[in-house]
């Protein structure tokens, strides 16, 4: 059975009321203390405080100060006034304070939860605005991020629509460059002993058998096909006077007249390489990507075997192949034929700008 203290000290002023309450030497450690709007209770055992306090307070701004051996209360009256006495009348009995301790016990649990709800409302009021929040940032760096990869992606079509342009104003022809044939003598016979042909190969890093194929693939591609077509001049069956003619059209901007000669010279020497690759040059000026790639391919598969020779036609046959497919946005395959032509030409520094370019679109449409 706990001890009631009755030998408290309290005093008031019109707004105010103070508590003092001995604790009889027992550690602050063992102090529990319980309050609500009209009760109070101190527990320190065996010892007990408790008052039903005959007016309400505000609980929530009373304090209470525990040391040098006493327990302070410093409470706020809810109406300014005197009280007279500090607890009710109707408390002397012990069913009455026990009624008041459990009314004040439901009350403090209400309290308590209302504030529970309160705390939990408010935690998750600041989750939502938190996930909000975080939303709005990774949206705002999603946009800088699209915005940024759009500006790169401008950038390099830009980039790559302008070196369009610079490799369709950059495309030439292959020559024979054969100087013009005087008009044949009069007819007779001279014994001429041939020495065999060489290439101005070093020993060490001659290819012997691929450069005497190619010597006998161009033999080959000599013959002419012969063509009755009584409406053709007999100038006009000459696949060398066509393609000079040909080459003439190109370099005066008539492309389609070029494409027409280069077809002719082709139907009467199929085999020959220059024609078919300068063909393709007239199908990437006016724009025939698909045929500009045909004619591409034919002119590298004729180009065989590779030798030096034939290098710089392998190199511009690739270089138009690959520019055909940029203009129909196949990156991938036009940067192939111009790694193929940095194989051919590794010093190249207008290829390896060109590559470079192409490269950066491809990463530019993976971003």
Request: aromatic letters at 6%; one cysteine or more; proline letters at 5%.
């Amino acid at each position: 059975m706990p001890i009631a203290v009755k030998d408290f000290t309290w005093s008031e002023t019109n707004t105010e009321v103070c508590i003092t309450v001995p604790l009889k030497g027992v550690k602050t450690a063992k102090v529990d203390i319980f309050s609500t709007d009209e009760y109070l209770k101190v527990s320190f055992p065996p010892f007990l405080f408790e008052v039903a306090l005959c007016h309400p307070v505000h609980d929530e701004q009373n304090t209470a100060k525990v040391g040098d051996g006493t327990v302070t209360f410093l409470l706020v009256k809810k109406e300014a006034g005197l009280w007279g006495n500090l607890s009710c009348s109707d408390t002397v009995n012990k069913e009455s304070m026990k009624n008041k301790r459990e009314d004040a016990v439901a009350e403090s649990q209400r309290k308590n939860k209302e504030l529970e709800n309160k705390r939990a409302k408010e935690k998750q009021e600041q989750n939502k605005a938190a996930v909000k929040e975080q939303m709005k940032l990774e949206e705002q760096n999603r946009t800088r991020i699209q915005e940024e990869k759009d500006a790169e992606r401008k950038q390099a079509t830009e980039e790559i629509e302008d070196w369009k342009q610079k490799q369709a104003s950059k495309i030439s022809l292959e020559s024979d460059h054969k100087p013009s044939e005087p008009a044949p003598r009069q007819r007779g016979m001279i014994d001429v002993t041939f020495t065999p042909r060489v290439f101005p190969t070093p020993v060490r890093e001659s290819k012997i058998p691929e450069e005497e194929a190619w010597l006998k693939k161009q033999a080959e591609a000599r013959k002419i096909e012969d063509i009755e077509d009584s409406d053709l001049r007999p100038e006009e069956k000459d696949p060398v006077w066509l393609k000079n003619k040909a080459d003439n059209f190109f370099k005066s901007g008539n492309h389609l007249s070029a494409v027409n000669a280069y077809n002719l010279a082709i139907r009467l020497n199929p085999l020959v390489p220059a024609l078919h690759s300068n063909r393709s040059a007239c199908h990437l000026k006016l724009g025939n990507y698909m045929k500009c790639i045909e004619d591409s391919s034919r002119a590298l598969e004729l180009l065989t075997p590779p030798v030096q020779a034939n290098a710089q036609s392998r190199l511009k046959a690739h270089v138009r192949r690959g520019t055909a497919f940029c203009h129909m946005e196949l990156y991938v395959e036009g940067l192939q034929d111009y790694e193929a032509a940095l194989k051919i030409d590794p010093k190249n520094n207008d290829l390896l700008e060109d590559s470079e370019r192409i490269r950066k679109v491809i990463q530019g449409d993976g971003i």
